[in-house]
């Protein structure tokens, strides 16, 4: 089987058995995350490795997995700054962008985010709370342009949690069937 088979499949099953965890508990295990992390960094290095090239194609193909991560990181770890997204979505978007060949695990991550967009207001639709997330967000955006007697105040309570994992998951899929094409070499 070919090394970039093992890891399309890799970052896959990681992304589902993500969105199933999410989906389930409301929290993404560590362990399915960081192990895969570390493990694609090594993983990486042993394919640059053994592909004849010695160390230095070794430390480079790790290299490329490790700024794939930290590139793939970088949007996650500002939106969880904020209180936008959980930190297990952010480690669960580092072990894509690790695993991914670069530049890949980006664009696992964007067709995630366009998943999200999709999928969020259909599901606030079909809990009834489309409207007021709505009125919501739009006070949140407003609020520093209006008087501080005019602001709308809008509290935790309020807000509405989306779990972004089966996203996740849509976009590794989307990702790898855009490749689908280099695995046949």
Same mark, same amino acid.
């Given at each position: 089987?070919?090394?970039? =088979?093992?890891?399309?499949?890799?970052?896959?099953?990681?992304?589902?058995?993500?969105?199933?965890?999410?989906? &389930?508990?409301?929290?993404?295990?560590?362990?399915? =995350?960081?192990?895969?992390? !570390? !493990?694609? %960094?090594? #993983? @990486?290095?042993?394919?640059?490795?053994?592909?004849? @090239?010695?160390?230095?194609?070794?430390?480079?193909?790790?290299? *490329?997995?490790?700024?794939?991560?930290?590139?793939? #990181?970088?949007?996650?770890?500002?939106?969880?700054?904020?209180?936008? %997204?959980?930190?297990?979505?952010? &480690?669960?978007?580092?072990?894509? #962008?690790?695993?991914?060949?670069?530049?890949?695990?980006?664009?696992?991550?964007?067709?995630?985010?366009?998943?999200?967009?999709?999928?969020?207001?259909?599901?606030?639709?079909?809990?009834? &709370?489309?409207?007021?997330?709505? #009125?919501? =967000?739009?006070?949140?955006?407003?609020?520093?342009?209006?008087? &501080?007697? +005019?602001?709308?105040?809008?509290?935790?309570?309020?807000?509405?949690?989306?779990?972004?994992?089966?996203? %996740?998951?849509?976009?590794?899929?989307?990702?790898?069937? *855009? @490749?689908?094409?280099?695995? +046949?070499?």
């Amino acid at each position: 089987m070919a090394p970039l =088979t093992i890891l399309l499949g890799a970052a896959l099953l990681i992304s589902l058995l993500a969105a199933a965890f999410d989906l &389930k508990t409301g929290e993404i295990p560590n362990w399915l =995350t960081l192990w895969p992390l !570390g !493990g694609a %960094i090594v #993983g @990486h290095f042993v394919l640059g490795f053994r592909a004849g @090239h010695g160390f230095v194609a070794g430390l480079t193909a790790a290299g *490329f997995s490790i700024a794939g991560a930290l590139i793939c #990181g970088a949007v996650p770890y500002l939106l969880y700054r904020v209180d936008a %997204i959980g930190g297990g979505d952010v &480690k669960l978007l580092l072990a894509i #962008g690790a695993i991914f060949p670069f530049p890949f695990g980006l664009e696992a991550e964007f067709y995630a985010f366009i998943a999200a967009a999709i999928f969020a207001p259909a599901w606030l639709a079909w809990r009834g &709370k489309l409207l007021q997330t709505l #009125g919501n =967000t739009l006070s949140l955006v407003a609020n520093p342009f209006r008087a &501080k007697a +005019k602001r709308r105040e809008v509290t935790p309570e309020m807000m509405t949690w989306f779990r972004f994992a089966p996203a %996740i998951f849509v976009g590794t899929l989307v990702g790898i069937l *855009f @490749h689908l094409h280099e695995l +046949k070499r």
